[in-house]
């Protein structure tokens, strides 16, 4: 199920950005709880290393990922409620790893990407799918309710009315349309998606790491608590910010009229 590596998830490094791939592509890297395992451990270290500045999230083949693997639940059916257990409390886990990181997260989308999929892209900080990509929920017509934070990000990318018609019509969204919704940053023809992606990772890898960190943190902020508790947080990281050797490149820059090198 994965390429001639062995390998279900490849990690490649260029300069400051990390390009974490699914490998499973004969089964649409769908998620099992080795690849999950693989994830958690390609992801755990990111966090500590500030020379990374960027992260890239791809699946190789035709999907980005077409959900879980329905196989593991089906060999055991009696078994379903553990199995579901075991695999959610890992995807969980990878969940919070990518929404906590201080590096911005770009999901590279292409093909049908359904069930965590969806939720999976939707966790990442920026979503650049193809114009052949597509979105379905899915969960419905299996008996069951959506994972990985998916209602989470919908609810707050669509609002509740759509975020409901999603999941509960299993209509598949195309790509132009998830981008008039705001479920993608970007489309791109199918054929430019490795550049563009690597493009955009590459000026998110040139900001300042201090600058990116409280940039994503206070986004994220933003959508649970009042303003005035976000004027306060947005001064704390500012001050904080502004004793950093960045912060101190950045005014030079600003005042030599060229680019900041962070």
Request: aromatic fraction near 6%; charge should be neutral.
């Amino acid at each position: 199920m994965q390429d001639s590596s062995g390998d279900v998830v490849v990690v490649d490094r260029k300069g400051a950005v990390l390009t974490v791939t699914m490998n499973r592509p004969k089964a649409l890297n769908v998620l099992d709880e080795t690849l999950a395992d693989a994830l958690l451990a390609a992801f755990e270290p990111i966090a500590a290393d500030s020379s990374i500045r960027a992260v890239v999230l791809a699946g190789a083949g035709r999907s980005f990922m077409a959900g879980g693997d329905l196989s593991r639940f089906h060999a055991d059916l009696a078994g379903a409620a553990a199995t579901a257990g075991q695999l959610i409390g890992r995807f969980h886990a990878l969940m919070r790893l990518i929404k906590a990181l201080p590096q911005p997260v770009v999901a590279a989308v292409q093909g049908p990407v359904a069930g965590g999929g969806v939720g999976l892209a939707l966790a990442c900080d920026f979503v650049i799918a193809t114009q052949s990509a597509s979105f379905l929920s899915a969960y419905t017509r299996l008996g069951t309710n959506p994972d990985g934070g998916t209602t989470w990000s919908l609810a707050r990318l669509l609002g509740p009315r759509r975020a409901l018609e999603f999941v509960l019509l299993n209509e598949a969204m195309d790509a132009e349309t998830a981008l008039r919704l705001g479920l993608v940053n970007r489309v791109v023809p199918d054929g430019e998606l490795a550049e563009a992606v690597q493009a955009m990772a590459q000026r998110l890898s040139q900001c300042s790491f201090g600058a990116n960190r409280a940039s994503k943190a206070l986004v994220q902020a933003a959508m649970e608590g009042s303003f005035d508790a976000q004027l306060d947080l947005e001064k704390q990281a500012f001050i904080a910010n502004a004793g950093t050797a960045d912060f101190k490149e950045g005014i030079q820059a600003f005042f030599q009229k060229r680019a900041p090198r962070f």
